[in-house]
């Protein structure tokens, strides 16, 4: 099962080293900043289309951040590689 918690880790730390923040970021994915809040703290899943507005807010395609997510799942869980 998808870890919300690392997800929203992943994005923030992603946000955190391109010196933006939520207010920032969430105005240009055009997300609310609340969600985008709920996102990092791990309380909501980014759909899909969300997902791919913080990927293109953040300059990045989307499968760098799904490998990231993926690298941080295996480090975390290491019985579900």
Same mark, same amino acid.
């Given at each position: 099962?998808?870890?919300?918690?690392?997800?929203?880790?992943?994005?923030?730390?992603?946000? &955190?080293?391109? $010196?933006?923040?939520?207010?920032?970021?969430?105005? *240009? $994915?055009?997300?609310?900043?609340?969600?985008?809040?709920?996102?990092?703290?791990?309380?909501?899943?980014?759909? *899909? &289309?969300?997902?791919?507005?913080?990927? &293109? $807010? *953040?300059?990045?395609?989307?499968?760098?951040?799904?490998?990231?997510?993926?690298? &941080?799942?295996?480090?975390?869980?290491?019985?579900?590689?």
């Amino acid at each position: 099962m998808l870890d919300a918690m690392i997800v929203g880790k992943v994005i923030q730390r992603f946000r &955190e080293e391109k $010196a933006l923040s939520q207010e920032v970021l969430s105005g *240009l $994915a055009d997300i609310g900043r609340t969600h985008l809040s709920a996102i990092e703290r791990g309380t909501r899943k980014p759909t *899909l &289309e969300t997902f791919f507005r913080i990927c &293109e $807010a *953040l300059d990045m395609r989307p499968s760098i951040l799904l490998a990231a997510i993926e690298d &941080e799942i295996a480090r975390n869980h290491p019985d579900k590689k």
